[in-house]
T-cell receptor, first 112, second 112 residues
Framework: KAGVTQTPRYLIKTRGQQVTLSCSPI?????VSWYQQTPGQGLQFLFE???????NKGNFPGRFSGRQFSNSRSEMNVSTLELGDSALYLC???????????FGPGTRLTVL | GESVGLHLPTLSVQEGDNSIINCAYSNSASDYFIWYKQESGKGPQFIIDIRSNMDKRQGQRVTVLLNKTVKHLSLQIAATQPGDSAVYFC???????????FGTGTLLAVQP
């Protein structure tokens, strides 16, 4: 069974630009969650999508948004990038609630 | 954000010894707890989970203990091996979504 895949793996952007990250969950998984990981703040929850609906959202500004498609693939978008958005963005998929969440390798975003 | 990201505590052990990694969680309403292992350059990998109606759960070489009275979680690794060297995170889940609140993380360094 293929794992969670994230594309691209590495991305370099400049301040003010926008970026879209993609996540393909494990086949059959309907829940996709996104996390931001930085050395200073650790792992922080961004949002979760379940069957194309945002089910929960973390404490991030509106510049961070996401969506989920009918095939459960998910994208997250960050607009008007700031230096502080440099981070590892992780996606996790699960077959349901209180089930194991499988993480992808992450997308390393660097904002210059 | 909701997770705390500070200095990463380090636990250094000799190969073959048992390791105990501790975690204090924040919300007494949390009802599902998970331990993750993260190796350099990879996403977190599920190790073991426990629900709030249990106080102990065992896996292969790992045991998780939950003390709800003092909101404390621990991960015990038996016969620690060099391949166990990684950062270990505890995470708590509350409510009917997959939103995880991660702890700071502990770096486990196994000396051969």
């Amino acid at each position: 069974k293929a794992g969670v895949t994230q594309t691209p793996r590495y991305l370099i952007k400049t301040r003010g630009q926008q970026v879209t990250l993609s996540c393909s969950p494990i086949s059959g998984h309907r829940s996709v969650s996104w996390y931001q990981q930085t050395p200073g703040q650790g792992l922080q929850f961004l949002f979760e999508y379940f069957s194309e609906t945002q089910r929960n959202k973390g404490n991030f500004p509106g510049r961070f948004s996401g969506r989920q498609f009918s095939n459960s693939r998910s994208e997250m978008n960050v607009s008007t990038l700031e230096l502080g958005d440099s981070a590892l963005y992780l996606c996790a998929s699960s077959s349901g609630t209180y089930n194991e969440q499988f993480f992808g390798p992450g997308t390393r975003l660097t904002v210059l | 954000g909701e997770s705390v990201g500070l200095h990463l505590p380090t636990l250094s052990v000799q190969e073959g010894d048992n390791s105990i990694i501790n975690c204090a969680y924040s919300n007494s309403a949390s009802d599902y707890f998970i331990w993750y292992k993260q190796e350099s350059g990879k996403g977190p990998q599920f190790i073991i989970d426990i629900r709030s109606n249990m106080d102990k759960r065992q896996g292969q070489r790992v045991t998780v203990l939950l003390n709800k009275t003092v909101k404390h979680l621990s991960l015990q690794i038996a016969a620690t091996q060099p391949g166990d060297s990684a950062v270990y995170f505890c995470a708590e889940n509350r409510g009917a979504t997959n939103k995880l609140i991660f702890g700071t993380g502990t770096l486990l360094a196994v000396q051969p």
